[in-house]
């Protein structure tokens, strides 16, 4: 069966369809800067280590359970069960949360880091760890808000 670009309100694509609805399309950026966040963090010196493993566990863990989401989606795996709607919400508003408190404790210590004398390189590349962190944390939130959207009107 091929994949159509319009969805009635009240179901959840399926195949290529995720690729042309909304919320569903945000899946890739998500993928994109949830992936750079944690390039970027694991290519540096952990150090402290507690914050900058949240900001690893959450990039790494969100990563894993997107690809997973839009696997699922794309199989078709949700058969167009509101459960599922409700479950993409719940999903996503978590990640956002946890975005955002990762974000915002890189952002604090690459605050505290400065530049200092031989390290300009880390800060630059925790910098844009933060940026990215804060750009994943948008679009999680925006798939938020459209994802329940969609499960009201289901």
């Given amino acids: 069966m091929a994949a159509t670009t319009a969805q009635p309100m ?16 945000l899946y890739l950026p998500e993928l994109v800067f949830g ?14 280590p507690m914050p900058l493993g949240w900001v690893m566990f959450v990039s790494v863990f969100c990563f894993v359970m997107t690809f997973l989401w839009m696997i699922i989606f794309a199989a078709g795996g949700h058969k167009n069960s509101s459960g599922w709607a409700a479950a993409d919400f719940a999903y996503h508003g978590l990640a956002a949360f946890f975005y955002l408190s ?6 604090y210590i690459t605050f505290l880091l400065k530049p200092l004398s031989g ?32 499960w009201k009107n289901f």
């Fill in 10 to 25: 009240g179901s959840l694509p399926s195949g290529l369809g995720i690729c042309t609805t909304a919320p569903d399309i």
């Fill in 102 to 107: 990762a974000g915002v404790a890189l952002a």
């Fill in 35 to 48: 992936g750079l966040v944690w390039i970027l963090v694991a290519s540096t010196h952990v150090n402290p």
């Fill in 119 to 150: 390290v300009t390189k880390i800060y630059q590349i925790d910098i844009a760890a933060v940026v990215f962190a804060f750009l994943a944390t948008l679009f999680y939130f925006i798939h938020t808000i459209l994802s329940s959207i969609r």
